[in-house]
């Protein structure tokens, strides 16, 4: 699975995905938020 990795280590990175996926999706949220709200305040120019 991943080279070098002990059994335990990819064990806890498969557990772990789930979890970053989650911060990944808020992260990209947030930055599509910050954009909207950019354009509100700056307008199109």
Known sequence: MYSGMEVSEAKRLRELEP??????????ENALDNAALKEIVLGNR
């Open 19 to 28: 979890e970053n996926a989650r911060l990944k999706k808020l992260l990209a």
